[in-house]
């Protein structure tokens, strides 16, 4: 930590965007959001989620109104996928019991950076169930389901045979089962 983190330049200081702001980091030619100061840097995470990257404002720009309109609908995509709810938390690491029992608080104690973001390997899937919503009379509600599938039609398909035999079951509600997952990095 000695000398290290002076300003790039200290001739002219840019005003700092707004949280959300989107920018082109001209230096990697990626486009990411504003979310805040990082010492010198300025903190950008990719439009369509996933781990902040530092950018020297001095290689920092806005975005022309095609580049916008084409991040917004990313944005927006990635909302609807979950991905913009990816979040990272900094947190203390515990402190790591030794083999002797005491406890170490050395390098072995330090910050974490979790990560939690959809896990889009596939495996484990996006499992859907259809449940149907109808009333029944008594404040109750029918309740039953389709078989829970990998495959959005099959769980979709259902409610045509449940109608079949109920024609007044007409509600239903989707329900996803999307797989995330927490990972840890050792904070700088
Ligand atoms: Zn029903």
């Avoid at 000398?3 to 707004?18: D, F, K, L």
């Avoid at 530092?54 to 084409?70: I, K, N, Q, S, Y």
């Avoid at 509600?171 to 999307?178: I, L, M, S």
């Amino acid at each position: 930590m000695s000398g290290g983190s002076v300003p790039p330049n200290g001739e002219e200081t840019r005003p700092v965007p707004a949280p959300g702001t989107l920018m082109v980091d001209t230096r990697r030619d990626r486009t990411g959001e504003f979310r805040g100061l990082a010492g010198p840097y300025w903190s950008l995470r990719p439009v369509s989620g996933g781990a902040e990257w530092e950018a020297d404002p001095e290689h920092v720009r806005a975005l022309t109104p095609g580049e916008r309109l084409r991040a917004e609908n990313a944005r927006q995509n990635a909302r609807s996928r979950g991905d913009a709810h990816a979040a990272v938390f900094t947190a203390a690491l515990a402190p790591v019991p030794t083999h002797d029992g005491r406890t170490a608080l050395g390098r072995r104690h330090g910050f974490v950076d979790w990560t939690i973001a959809p896990n889009r390997t596939g495996e484990p899937p996006t499992l859907h169930t259809f449940r149907c919503t109808a009333e029944t009379g008594g404040g109750k509600r029918c309740g039953a389901e389709s078989p829970t599938s990998d495959l959005f039609e099959t769980a979709r398909g259902w409610t045509f045979t449940h109608v079949r035999d109920h024609p007044e079951h007409t509600c239903y509600v989707e329900v996803t089962q999307r797989p995330w997952t927490l990972r840890a990095e050792r904070a700088s």
